[in-house]
Every structure is written in C-alpha cells, then in structure tokens.
C-alpha cells in the first residue's frame, strides 16, 4: 500500500522503535493536510496548554520557525530533535506475529534528495531504500493513550 508515514527521527533516547510511527494515513491527502497535520501532532506533544493556545492564532509563524527549510512536498520535516518527518511511501507492509507478539512494518522510502550549489538544483542525497521496524504487536501507536488506559 502507499500511504504517508509519519515518524519520529532524532537522536533522543525518547525515540524508540516502540514509539517511532506517529501516524499512517492514506496517500491520497494533500501535502497541505499532512503539513497541518503534522504541526498538530508535534505541537501537542511539545507545547504545554499555553503554547499551543498562543500558538493557534498564530499557525504561519510557528510553522516557519519549526518546518525545516529543505522540505519538498513528499517530504516534511517538522520541529527541533526530535522532529517528525512525514513522507510518501511505497509498499508499506504491516505483517503481525501472534505467536511471538510482535509486528513488522516494512516500506521502501522516497530518495532523500538536497539542494546543492550552483545550480541549486535536487540531487539525491540517498537512494531510495526499504526500511523495516519491529515493534510489540499490543502498543498502540500513541504511548500516552495506552498509558491512560492502564491507569483506569
């Protein structure tokens, strides 16, 4: 299936196989609606109540400051580290194990492609290659619900 994925990349600790997919949707929507997607989803895990109400009003600014400047329509990286990076993906496969309590996402990647001098044209930076994470097959993709309803 093609789909958007939407990931968290960075160099934290908090940044775990358990925890990486923040969202797949249909690659039908827009860039547009994954762009604003994406800054809901990383607002409300990075802003506290007063933020993300000061920050409302004020969407283009605060997506300025927090969309990377090498972004390209298939390709979205949002926020400090970690970010999300939302793309478009190829052949996105989730196969789950019961026996064994897990589930295994593979997808094949766009190529990375960067600006580079002088023409200031793309030129891919990396190839287009299959990426595959394993996680426990009885998480949910948001960590916070699932830590809610154990509390209940």
């Known amino acids: 299936m093609n789909a958007w994925l939407l990931t ?15 969202a797949i949707v249909s690659s039908r929507r827009s860039s547009s609606f994954i762009e604003d997607l ?3 989803l990383y607002c409300r895990t990075a802003d506290s109540a007063y933020d993300a109400a000061r920050g409302a009003n004020r969407s283009r ?3 300025n400051q927090l969309r990377a400047t090498f972004s390209a329509n298939n ?6 580290n970690p970010l999300i990076f939302a793309r ?12 064994q309590g897990m589930e295994t996402i593979t ?11 002088p023409d200031y044209m793309p030129v891919v930076a990396d190839r287009e290659r299959i990426r ?8 949910s993709l948001s960590q916070e ?3 809610k309803r154990s509390a209940t």
């Open 38 to 40: 994406v800054e809901v």
């Open 145 to 147: 619900l699932r830590a």
């Open 107 to 117: 997808w094949l990647d766009p190529p990375y492609l960067k600006i580079q001098s």
């Open 88 to 99: 478009r993906v190829t052949n996105l496969v989730v196969v789950q194990n019961e026996t």
């Open 75 to 80: 390709q979205i990286f949002f926020g400090r």
């Open 8 to 22: 968290w990349e960075g160099t934290g600790r908090n940044v775990t196989p358990e925890n990486k997919i923040v």
């Open 61 to 63: 600014q605060r997506r």
């Open 132 to 139: 595959c994470l394993v996680r426990p097959i009885n998480l």
